[in-house]
């Protein structure tokens, strides 16, 4: 099937430009319905698989830079390319969903696509892939340094503020307690209730 031009300038101005020709391919390839979508705060895209459809959807957030979004761009064809052969018979970010995710992304782990303060962290990151890249704190700052809003922002990733420090979320008050495994105990200081939030995420300093 020939991929319709409106989703080559979707690419075209969310992808970086080596990568266009490519991911019009795995379009080609297997088509899918796509969509970019408003920011969502618990996703950076998504793709769910539905056995009554015969062409499936994947969506990303319209705010990723186009490097994350080359990233999980193919993290979600991925997906789809496993259910394609294997259906529901295998774990979402299972040995199957890696492999898939390792053998398409290998072309783009080039200096041409991503640039070299990524690509060091990225091909550690692809040995073992996980569910998310956000999980990730190496490859997240390196990433993040290309954010659209990355040169005139206030924000820090969690993990970076000391113990005890205040910091604004989602327009809230809240107090960095100690640090858990990939989960930071923080305190509202309004009501002094405690939650566990992502050492990645972005926070700005009180």
């Given at each position: 099937?020939k991929?319709p ?11 970086p ?5 490519y ?9 899918f ?6 920011p ?11 056995k009554?459809?015969k ?7 319209s ?13 979600e064809?991925?997906h789809?390319?496993?259910?394609e052969?294997?259906?529901?018979a295998h774990?979402?970010h299972?040995?199957e ?9 290998a ?5 041409s ?5 990524i ?9 073992n ?8 704190l190496f490859?997240m700052?390196?990433?993040?340094k ?8 206030t ?11 205040s ?12 640090t858990r ?13 405690k939650?566990l939030?992502?050492k990645?995420a972005?926070?700005?300093?009180a």
């Amino acid at each position: 099937m020939k991929i319709p031009p409106a989703l080559i300038s979707i690419f075209t101005k969310h992808l970086p430009p080596t990568s266009v020709s490519y991911c019009a391919l795995l379009w080609e390839e297997i088509p899918f319905h796509f969509h970019v979508k408003a920011p969502r705060t618990s996703k950076l895209g998504d793709f769910r698989y539905r056995k009554d459809q015969k062409i499936q959807t994947i969506t990303l957030n319209s705010d990723l830079n186009p490097y994350q979004f080359l990233l999980t761009y193919i993290h979600e064809v991925a997906h789809l390319r496993t259910f394609e052969r294997y259906g529901l018979a295998h774990a979402p970010h299972g040995k199957e969903w890696k492999k898939e995710f390792q053998q398409l992304l290998a072309p783009m782990l080039v200096e041409s696509v991503f640039p070299r303060d990524i690509l060091v962290p990225l091909r550690l990151h692809m040995k073992n892939p996980s569910a998310s890249s956000a999980k990730d704190l190496f490859l997240m700052k390196e990433m993040s340094k290309y954010d659209l809003k990355a040169t005139d922002s206030t924000e820090k990733f969690l993990a970076d503020l000391p113990e005890g420090q205040s910091f604004f979320l989602q327009g809230r008050q809240f107090t960095k307690k100690e640090t858990r495994r990939t989960r930071v105990l923080c305190e509202e200081v309004s009501t002094g209730k405690k939650f566990l939030v992502s050492k990645l995420a972005k926070v700005t300093p009180a």
